[in-house]
């Protein structure tokens, strides 16, 4: 198993890739350099996240610094074409002129590491995540692509990080019962779980997380925020799950912001510090798009949260059961 390097809050690029709506060249850069400057080490990227233009925007923003000093991880399991429709967005970025395409093959997953090194400009990669299999995402293929997983596309990975291209591999996905096919039958360093071990749902994730901190594998929490649902200091997002919240769970975020506000917390602050609790987390990765956004991650992980929150919650079935609670 390899270890590590990450600091306890990561930045999460996909809103660089113009995520929902356009982001400037200077702001991207002031967000990394902001992220820098606030002790930040870990920089989480994909080829999907505007296909290609958050890698391109990191490797720029990254440029001259001591490869040593920062942790990047990015992503297979698509490939990028060029497309000449005329459509204002693709696949949720502001972006035209491209596509993206599963391919989990062998040579898919060379070629696209190869187009994210050259994007990035550097010339190996920290940690290499295969990014969205499993049944939510691929529904009646899921079978194909698991088996396509195991006899390709990992075998791919792990030959880069034997060669020494790449320092650790593990999956980026957002449904542990994937994690529990490939777990039994492929040797994984990590696993990037988004919106499954987080303040508002543990869950669907339970199981996961104490095979992970009974294997030993470290686990980075992505969105911690719920697709926005709990980004937000005076009340709840619209958002869930990249969709529309649904009613019954804008009443259970409604009853979280309740608690936090009887013990003067700002739920964003809540949402990134629970997960850390959990001794198979790793780290927490939370999306940022301007320097005031990674100021204001920075400045809730650093908030004094009473345990009293907590048992809160606990007490009115707003954290599982089996949770592990920040003390």
């Known amino acids: 198993m390899r270890a590590l390097s990450v600091s306890p809050l990561g930045f999460g690029a996909s809103p660089l890739g113009n995520l929902y709506r ?31 233009l958050s890698e391109a925007r990191m490797g720029r923003a990254l440029a001259g610094r001591p490869r040593a000093s920062f942790t990047v991880s990015t992503k297979v399991g698509r490939l990028i074409l060029a497309d000449d429709s005329r459509r204002e967005m693709a696949d949720g970025f502001a972006i035209r002129g491209s596509r993206a395409v599963f391919d989990y093959s062998r ?24 990014h969205d299999i499993g049944r ?15 006899d390709e596309a990992l075998p ?7 060669s020494g291209a790449v320092g650790a591999i593990g999956l980026g996905v957002n449904e542990q019962d994937i ?29 996961l997380m104490a095979q992970a901190a009974t294997r030993g594998i470290p686990v980075i929490v992505a969105g911690p925020y719920n697709s926005g649902l709990l980004a937000g200091a005076a009340g709840p997002g619209e958002t869930y799950n990249y969709a529309p919240v649904d009613e ?39 999306g940022m798009r301007t320097a005031a956004e990674v100021s204001s991650a920075v400045k809730r992980m650093e908030a004094r949260i009473s345990p009293t929150l907590w048992y809160r919650m606990r007490r009115r079935g707003l954290v599982d059961a089996k949770a592990v609670l920040p003390q």
């Open 22 to 52: 356009p982001v400037s060249e200077a702001d991207a850069r002031a967000a990394i350099e902001e992220a820098l400057a606030r002790g930040i080490r870990y920089f989480d990227t994909a080829p999907f996240y505007g296909h290609g």
């Open 107 to 130: 040579e898919g997953v060379q070629r696209s590491f190869e187009s994210s090194l050259a994007r990035l400009g550097i010339d190996y990669i920290d940690i290499l995540y295969l």
């Open 136 to 150: 939510m995402t691929h529904g009646e293929r899921h079978a194909e692509v698991l088996r396509t997983t195991l």
């Open 156 to 162: 791919a990975m792990a030959a880069l990080r034997d």
């Open 179 to 207: 994690c529990l096919e490939v777990l039994p039958r492929f040797e994984l360093d990590c696993i990037m779980l988004a919106g499954r071990y987080t303040l508002l749902e543990q869950r669907n994730a339970m199981e």
């Open 248 to 286: 019954s769970t804008r009443g259970h975020v409604r009853s979280i912001y309740e608690e936090c506000a009887a013990e003067g917390i700002d739920v964003g602050a809540a949402a990134l510090q629970f997960p850390l609790a959990h001794p198979a987390v790793a780290c927490v990765v939370a």
